[in-house]
């Protein structure tokens, strides 16, 4: 473990080898696998479980009974929702050993996973998505997309501040929340004065 700059409570679980960022704080019952790499101001609900190889960028809020396998990339300003879960094999069987099999998830910057939602390996979300409570990702996410069901499908579109965006007759939106402006051109979203976010 990187140094003392951080919270763990009593009751989390650990391993030598991984590392925390300062002012991270992980709360009741966790588990810390070497090889797990957590960055800055991250909160850590009760219960959740951090595989080796995992990484996640600073401020990174993780809601209780949540599990991160082995394959995971979250960026800054991720926020993990209650009981959400990723996978890392395709097509599990337990008689059938596929560790190296692993997809990697690839979760963008200031993205939002909501309570309950599973995400398929091997899909990447974009910077700023939403994908709503209980939906089920099975494909990629584009920037700023709004994404509710099973199999999840968008219905819309979201800001950096996390407000819905209804786009003119010119393309462009502005946040209720935040005054930023955005720019839906060819299906996907910009905010103004800004370069366009990668998927």
């Given at each position: 473990?990187s140094?003392?700059s ?9 391993d030598?080898?991984?590392?925390i ?12 696998m ?12 009760q219960?959740v ?6 990484h ?19 960026e ?14 395709v ?15 690839h ?34 996410i ?17 800001s ?19 005054n ?20």
């Amino acid at each position: 473990m990187s140094n003392q700059s951080y919270y763990a409570h009593t009751s989390a679980f650990l391993d030598d080898g991984c590392v925390i960022g300062e002012g991270t704080k992980i709360w009741h019952f966790c588990h810390i696998m070497a090889g797990a790499h957590i960055g800055a101001n991250c909160s850590l609900g009760q219960n959740v479980f951090v595989a080796a190889d995992v990484h996640l960028g600073n401020n990174v809020k993780i809601q209780n009974n949540v599990s991160i396998y082995t394959g995971v990339i979250c960026e800054d300003d991720v926020f993990l929702g209650p009981s959400m879960v990723f996978t890392n094999v395709v097509n599990p069987r337990s008689a059938v050993n596929r560790k190296d099999a692993y997809k990697k998830t690839h979760v963008g910057r200031g993205s939002t996973i909501g309570a309950n939602a599973t995400i398929v390996c091997g899909t990447k979300i974009g910077a700023y998505a939403f994908v709503g409570a209980g939906a089920v990702v099975t494909k990629d996410i584009p920037p700023y997309a709004l994404v509710v069901g099973n199999p999840a499908r968008r219905i819309g579109w979201m800001s950096e501040h996390g407000e819905r965006l209804h786009f003119n007759d010119q393309g462009i939106a502005v946040c209720p929340g935040s005054n930023q402006t955005y720019r839906l051109v060819a299906g996907l979203v910009q905010k103004l004065d800004t370069k366009p976010v990668e998927q």
